[in-house]
Structure formats: C-alpha cells, structure tokens
C-alpha cells in the first residue's frame, strides 16, 4: 500500500499537449482558442503595448476626454458637476439622519474608525484580514510579504503576472477598498482629517502610477473596482473643504483613463467567463452614468450594460450557482450586479429584468447555503478574500449583509432582521430599505438541479456537497467534499485557498482533491491539473433527489461523478449521505473496479483539542458545545493516519483567510482493493459503528439505527435500501430505485 504523505503528493501524470489541446477544443471551443492565441501574440508581439499606450498625465489631459473641453477648467468642471448633480447611491444630506444607525451598528472593536485611523500609521487591510504597516503613503509598487518591488517605468503588459510573488498582495491597496472605511469614517465623525487622506491617497497614486505604467495597471478587474472605491470617495466626500476644484478635476481625469484602459481589454475579461468581466462591464457602466460629460460616456454605458446582460445570463446558472464555483467570488459577482443595478434604477435606466432575476437567485443560492447562527458559508472554491463592498462591521466569512442587500433588490423586503449587516443595505439602497418589513423564513433542505449542489438540514446544523457537472472552468477539483455544521461550529471544512503563487508545498495545493472531504484514487485528482487555474477532463456527477422519511427524521441524498472513470481501469465513486436526527449524518462511500487500486478517504476538521482510537478508527473532537465524534468503518482492511499542521507538507493545514494558513485536523483512511466500501459516522456521543452482512449499525448513547444496503446492486438503485431508528427516535426510510448514475 502506498504511504499516506506519497498519496498526498503525487502530482499525477504529466501533461500531455495534444491531449490538453483537444479537451480545451471540447471544453471551450475553437472560436476562445482562436481569441486566446491572439491575444497572446498581441501581447508578446507589442501590438498591445502600441495601442494602448504608456504615456504621462499630461498627455491624457482631462479635456482630451471632455464633450465640451471648454469645461477642463478644474473650476468650471467643478461647478459644472455640482450645477448636473449626477445622482450616486446617496447624497451628503444623508449623513445627518444617518448617524443613529450608525450608533447602534458600532462597538469600539468594530467601527470603522478604528480602521481608518490606522491607515495614518500606514497600516493597510489586506483581503479583510491582515494588516500590515505599509507607510503612509505607502509605495504602491512594493510587495509588502517578498519586499520585491515591480518596476514602475515598464508597460503593465511586459509585466509577468507570477513574476514576483504572489501578485494579489501588490494590487490589494490599490484596489482602493481603503476608500470605504475612510468614507464610513468621515460620516459617522465629519473628521476632515479622513477626507484629507483619502485625497492624499490618491494624488500619491496617481503620481506613481502614471497611466498604462507599473502593474496596478495590469488587471483590468483591479482597474474597475478601484473606479467603483474612487466614485464612492467623490461622493462621500462632496461636501467636504478638502475636496476642491482641482482635486474634482484631478479625479476626474484619473477615472476617464481608467475607463480607456478597460475598454481597451474587456473582450479579454469577458472571455474568462467569471467575475473579471462583470467587475469590468460595472466599471464601465459606473462611469458612462455618472460621468455624462465624457466624450465616451454612451459607449461606455452601452458596453457595460450589454456585457453585464450577456454574462449574466450565461454565468449564472437557473439555481442561482455562479460559474466560478466559489461563494467567495459569487459575492464578488454579487457586489459589482447589485451596485450596477442600483445606479440604472437612480439614473432612470434599469437594467432588464431577466438580469435582476438572476441576480436575485444568486442571492438566494448564497443564502440557501449559509450557515443560520453565524451568517458564514463553507469555504468553497476559490477564496481570495475579495469584498468589493466592505460597508459593514461583520467579518469577511459573514455573508449576511449581501444577502440582504441582494433579497431587497429582488423584493424589496428584508430576509434578516435588523443587525449590523444592514449597512452595507443603507449605503446602497438608503433609509427605505433598512425600515422596510422583514419576510420571516426558513430554511429546508435544498437542491440546485442545473449546479448540483445540495443541502441536508436538520436542527441542530447542516451539510453541503456537490454532484454535478462543470459547465465552466473548475476552480477546485472536489466533487462529492462535504462540509458539515454543527451549532454554528463548521467542523467538517474546506480547506480554503492559502495562495496562488507561493513557494512549494505551497503552490495552490489546497485546490486538489486529496485536501478535500471526499475519496482520492491512487493519489490522483479527480481531474488532471494542466495549469495553475486549469483543470481537464472536466468531470460530470449526478445526483438524487433528497427523500425524507414520514416522520423527518430520516433523510437522504446520494451523487456520483465520472472523475475516475478516466483511469486506465476505471473507478465508480458514489456517495450516500443519510441524516439520522438533528445532529448526526452517516457518509457512505462506494468505489467500484475490476482492479486494484489504493482508496484514500479523507476528512478535513476544525482545530480543537482531540483524541484518536486508532484501533477503532474513532476520533473525538473537544468542541466548545461538547464532545463530536467520528468514527469510520470499512469492508475491507484498511489503515488510518491522523495529521494536524505537518511541518513538512501542507497536510493538516487549511486557509480561513488568503494568504493565512492555520492547523487542522486531517483524517484519512487508506484501503488497497478493487472495491471497498468506507461508513464515516458524525455527531455527538457516538459509540459504535458495526458492519455486518448487508447492513450497518449505527449507535449513540440514544439510539441505534440500522442501515440495509447492497454493494451488488443494480447501478440503477440507490446504496442504501432502508434505514430504521429506535430508541429516543423512531423513525423508517425505505429508498427508492433510481439513484445517480453515470452509466
């Protein structure tokens, strides 16, 4: 049998360029293969660097933008600006009646004050986590982690994205998420020492990032935020002394060229199919409302709103899933809509209702997996700590103030009740909305038909899993990982996302199958990995309908995926997920094959103290709420290692936040057969799990339930057949034909 640490890091076969250009071909299809081969050669050819290129502020001088360039005058522009009073998402008359809400939403540890002083002393936010000391003002072009600075004086294409580090930590302060606390500040206080910043900020910026210069300019996404954070600061700051004629001007300029630079691109953002193209199509749309004196505005407006319709309807599934396959960057996705949304209702022009449907939905799905008693989801996919919209006091892991926003949108009630998360909900939409009724609902058991993804509930927590198939660019190969809840604890996680570009073991190895909680063959991802954010074949799973028993307190999901099906001698994997009562969930586990091969199921679990019968397979996490057991059993031999934060790879690790790794607890069971069978049983006081012909036994201090199956089974039935509760609970399931197949 192989060793547990060679399963972990084996990095499978290599890649094969034929084969990968035919699986891009199917996947993609020849019309972006062609579009990508040649933005490759505009780009290494200088084509690009030619057509946009890298010049001084005075060669893109305000005028150069303007319908009427007699207006370039920084104080004829001022004045002409505040005579159109371009409607924005609030007005400085608010601020006033604004101030009890913001006393109650307010602790001396949260309030945004706390974070705006802080950046006096230099000290930036980095993906809502971190802060590191960066001066003030700070050099824009220094990674504050590898102390490596990009050059300043080179056009942002002749730039490597991977060239020096990890390149999210240089563009993270010039995103400009730093505007939001410094706008959040001055309305809570009318500090002007905060709008004194923010415009010092911003001409130290501008000074060394001259346009098309340095790679603040090299994202067209960074590009389009950082418009969105200036917008907010111009208007938060409209009444302020500080903000000046000149200083309106200035700002003025530096977003018409942001404008240009992402015009210039888009077709590259909106041919990534993800969130780059609707944070870029926002930014457009953004300035095409609020800037109706550029020259370019109309175009603007109109490509960012065709692009917001189009990809709109493409990358967000019926169920509400966003093609990303991140909850992370469905929020992203959310933010830019939502706040897009809201200015085409300010400024008369909507957009279609189709988009705001989808919008809505992606709301929904967001909700339908979240966890009630914190408001945070599992951490799925890709998970950089992006907030667009950092405008409120709850943590980045809580996702309640954008499901609130985005439920208002759709609805134009409230899904929460009144907490700190209405915030962002006031900036965006205004007193009205935070004032409007709530709609008291429940959460039930869920199911995404075109995503695949599902939600057991009970009443004491939850499970997510996945079993569909991928319609866009995997982000992480983990069909079939579950992450369970238990009284607001995850304590069965997702590894998270520790960093794109990091020094080995730490080369994004967390989006591969073997971190996951699901089953790894022979050491292989369920998909081959052929670049950093590539994966091919794309796999396909199914999955059931979830079933209950008459009495609720049975039910049932099951799916499977075809990722293994790949191997010279294929493997079938499906999995089963019973609930039994409010707080306890039996996973099974069948892979199926006509030849030997080494199974490895793994769990992935929340830091606590712990103890572990290796002889039993039983491991007993101390949680805050009590003792959670997990114990494992199996139909063949099997082998079971345990490792928590190993010095010398990245097992037993996971990411809460980008670029923090912590401990965790992996568990893995290791089988070498042509089939097995692996039974994990989860939840308080458990004490046996017992295999015995056709059947499992499951027992706790209160009940024992017993689970008929048949592991030669037509494929066309479910694994389990029945499952019946005695003792405290007393219950009977018996499962229907026609589970998931992938025949």
Partial sequence: MLKDEQLFNNDGPLNKSLQTTVHLWRHFGPGWLMFRAGYALRRRSGLMRRSLPATSWDAQSLSSFLCDPSLADSVTYAAH??????????????????????????????????????????????????SINLGCPPNWHLHPVSGQEYPADRHWSEIGDFDGGDIKFVWEPSRFAWVYPLVRAYWRTGDERFA??????????????????????????????????????????ADSPETTPARVAMLAQLLAVSGRRIEANLSYALSQQNNHGISEASGL???????????????????????????????????????????????VMLHACLWSI?????????????????????????????????????????????????????????????????YWMRSRKRCLVAGPWNEELLWLCGTEAIESPVE???????????????????HHGHVMTRAGSFRHRPAHADMLHTDIWWRGQNVAIDAGTYSYNAAPPWHTPLARTGYHNTVTVDGRDQMDRV?????????????????????????????????????????EH?????????????????????????????????????????????????????????????????????????????????????GDRQPAISLACLSEDTSVMFWTLL?????????????????????????????????????????????????????????????
């Fill in 342 to 406: 809201r200015l085409g209702e300010l400024h008369g022009q909507p957009l279609s209702d189709e988009l705001q449907e989808r919008v809505g939905r992606a709301g929904e799905f967001l909700w339908q997996l979240q966890d009630e008693a914190t408001g945070c989801l599992p951490r799925h996919g890709a998970n950089d700590g992006a907030l667009v919209l950092p405008l409120t006091n709850c943590a980045v892991e809580d996702y309640r103030p954008v499901v609130q926003s985005s």
């Fill in 81 to 130: 600006r505040a005579e159109q009073n371009v409607p924005f998402l609030f007005d400085a008359a608010d601020r006033e009646k604004w101030q009890p809400h913001f006393r109650r939403w307010d602790a001396a540890s949260t309030s945004p004050v706390r974070i705006a002083d802080a950046l006096f002393d230099g000290v930036f936010r980095f993906f809502e986590h971190h």
């Fill in 531 to 571: 670049g950093r954010f590539l994966w091919l074949p794309w796999l396909s799973g199914e999955q059931s309908p979830i079933v209950s028993s008459e009495q609720g307190n049975l039910s049932y999901w099951e799916g499977t995926h075809d990722g293994y099906k790949r191997l010279a001698s294929s493997v």
């Fill in 285 to 331: 749309w953004t300035l095409g409302l609020l800037f109706p004196e550029f020259k370019s505005s109309d175009r603007w407006k109109q490509l960012g709103r065709d692009a917001l319709e189009h990809q709109c309807r493409k990358l967000i599934d019926a169920d509400g899933a966003f093609s990303q396959h991140s909850v992370n960057y469905q929020r």
């Fill in 574 to 658: 499906r999995r089963g997920i019973l609930r039994i009562g409010a707080e306890h969930w039996l996973i099974v586990d069948s892979l199926k094959s006509d030849a030997l091969h080494t199974y490895r199921l793994h769990w992935l679990l929340m830091d606590v103290p712990y103890e572990l019968d290796e002889s039993q397979h039983h491991l007993t996490l101390k949680t805050l709420h009590g003792p959670y057991d997990i114990r494992i059993a199996a139909d063949t031999s099997t082998e079971l290692t345990c490792a928590r934060a190993d010095r010398l790879s990245s097992r037993g690790w996971y990411a809460p936040h980008y």
């Fill in 683 to 743: 939840g308080p006081n458990v004490t046996d799990l017992k295999l015995c012909v056709g059947q499992v036994i499951a027992t706790t201090k209160d009940w024992s339930c017993r689970v008929q199956h048949s592991i030669e089974k037509p494929t066309s039935e479910s694994l389990l057949t029945s499952a019946t509760v005695t003792g405290v609970l007393t219950d009977q399931w018996t499962g229907a034909t026609g589970g998931p197949s992938m025949n």
């Fill in 440 to 458: 008291e609902r429940k959460r039930h058991d869920w199911q995404g038909r075109e995503s695949g993804y599902s939600v057991l509930r009970s």
């Fill in 196 to 237: 004194r910043l923010f415009w010092r900020l911003v001409e130290d910026w501008r000074e060394s990032n001259p346009p098309q210069h340095g790679v603040n300019w090299k994202c067209g996404q960074e590009v389009a935020l950082r418009v969105m954070a200036c917008c907010f600061g111009l208007y938060g700051f």
